[in-house]
DNA sequence: AATTCGACTTGGTCGAACCAAAACGAATTA
DNA sequence: TAATTCGTTTTGGTTCGACCAAGTCGAATT
């Protein structure tokens, strides 16, 4: 039934607090708790409710984050498609490329800093290719976090959650990350100088070559 | 169970067929009725099958239109949240500014004759406001299927699902069409002159003053 | 050959029951 | 008094059997 999103929905249910027992559930809508589980789980496929083993369910309220986790299982079924991951490494790529282009426009000297810092991480963690994959990660998620609008953040998480699976398989050098090392660092560089299309530029290298890297090695 | 789940992955249940009935699954599966039906409705959630009342679910092979579907629920809530329309608004207005972008630099000559005829489109339905604002969208929609990446379109009707209903509801004079038009007339053209830049600064004009008109009407 | 009608199939709902784990409270212990 | 322990109750997870109404399919009729 609709009326018990209705009344998580109306805000009568609190969140994060757990839903009333499905016995009084069933008692209150007069139906069987047949319906009332059916009720219960299709609103926890939408994410509006978190349904541990055995726990009582717990009201959500979506954010972005539970918004990924929806669409993941779906976009996972797309990846397999032919083209499926080039496609949305193609959307990575032009996500990116806009965002460096605001960042080299519009960054603030705290975005600035953090991106140094990200960067700093990067060249720390050079001789450790784990820790490399993950501050690799943090300075792209740096990108995202500049316009201050959720949504970006929630994409980056979307793009390294459906991609890195293709990307963690392969072998990553010491050499390797250097080259990544430096790409960002020319992506940093050129924001730094405010010029949006040399930081385009050195994104869209970086990123191309990292496709090319992972295409060649499978 | 996500034993089900496997076999539709796997295609061994085919596309658009209908699922077997759902004693068989138990029999098969060797699990009650009532477990068998939370699964279906599971995946039905998820959008890997379709479940029309009282008639056999049918299997569906997920595209980028089933996932708007999926997301689409969550999205509403999120839009209710403070600043959660603009977030979005935001998002498209980056979006697009990269698609024009992209088309001022690299749209083919038929790319450039769809929007020709898109604004042509417009034009027509000047007077006619229910009209115009279909086409409206269509001239967006052009925009994003400009990269041949299936991404994208999904992206676009997700906007307008989920943005339009914000705008349906302000009246839409004739001299607002007119000025939209003019809008969609200055885009296309700096496209056709190759101007990257007029493209996007246009675009920014155009849907700054929509997201301002709409502040404005309520 | 097309239509009609009736029996069978099948999804939707219900109720009762049982199990195991969680939640709760009382009794015990330090 | 405060923390721990232990047994009872609550509650989610699962199963079974049953019934209804709408869909499906085939046989009989036109």
Redesign the pocket.
Known sequence: ?TALEARIASGELANNK???????L?EEF??????V??A??ALANRGLIE???????VVRRPDYGTLLNATGTIVRYLLNEPGGVQNLYQSRVFIERGLVRDAALNATKENISDLKAALLANEKALDNSEEFFRTDIAFHGVLYRIGSNPIFPAMHEGFTAWLSPNWARMTRSDDHNRSVYLDHKAIYDAILERDPARAEDALVAHLSAAWKYVEETF
Request: aromatic letters at 4%.
């Open positions: 039934m757990p839903l009333p027992p499905e016995r009084d069933m007069g139906t069987s708790r047949t319906v589980r059916e219960i789980s349904l541990r083993p055995r726990f009582r369910p």
